[in-house]
T-cell receptor, first 114, second 111 residues
């Protein structure tokens, strides 16, 4: 069974550009989470999907960030326009359902905004 | 907001020694998860805890869900070089399905 996959693994963009990150959760997992780790700090929650619905987006930094999960399968996280402080590692995680709380992570996307 | 304090921040130990790290929360948690992250990889789930007082092992790793429901501990026995990495705790508070992460414990094992 494939794990959580994220694309791209690395992205280097200039300030003001747009970047779209993609996450494919484990097949059949209803729950999908986005997290971000900045400069060796803690892993911070961004948002949580249950199937295609946004359950909790309280961690989204501002309206430059847009997450979607059309059809309840893969998800995208778009940053537009990117700022320097958006640099960090963006992780996606999935879990089967709200009763099975084991959260499985992808390898992350390292985003560098120059 | 909810905060998770994880300690120690870093540890340098000799191969074969035991290691302990812990996380404390300002809120009551329903679930604790412990992860290990290697460079360039995502966090890998080590142990999941669901009940206050629960003690669970995974090989040389043992974790406990504190009885106050505000803390958790991870112990590694007889450390080996491949234990090197960053260990994170994560918890879920009542009434929410988001997991809050600790700041991590960076472990280095000297052979």
């Amino acid at each position: 069974e494939a794990g959580v996959t994220q694309f791209p693994s690395h992205s280097v963009i200039e300030k003001g550009q747009t970047v779209t990150l993609r996450c494919d959760p484990i097949s059949g997992h209803d729950n999908l989470y986005w997290y971000r780790r900045v400069m060796g700090k803690e892993i911070k929650f961004l948002l949580h999907f249950v199937k295609e619905s946004k359950q909790d987006e309280s961690g989204m930094p501002n309206n430059r960030f847009l997450a979607e999960r059309t059809g309840g399968t893969y998800s995208t996280l778009k940053v537009q326009p990117a700022e320097l402080e958006d640099s960090g590692v963006y992780f996606c995680a999935s879990s089967l359902d709200l009763r099975d709380e084991k959260l499985f992570f992808g390898s992350g996307t390292q985003l560098s905004v120059l | 907001g909810q905060q998770l304090n994880q300690s120690p921040q870093s540890m340098f130990i000799q191969e074969g020694e035991d290691v302990s790290m812990n996380c404390t929360s300002s809120s009551i948690f329903n679930t604790w998860l412990w992860y290990k992250q290697d460079p360039g990889e995502g966090p890998v789930l080590l142990i999941a805890l669901y009940k206050a007082g629960e003690l669970t092992s995974n090989g040389r790793l043992t974790a406990q869900f504190g009885i106050t429901r505000k803390d958790s501990f991870l112990n590694i026995s007889a450390s080996i070089p491949s234990d090197v990495g960053i260990y994170f705790c994560a918890g879920r508070a009542t009434g929410t399905y988001k997991y809050i992460f600790g700041t991590g414990t960076r472990l280095k094992v000297l052979a």
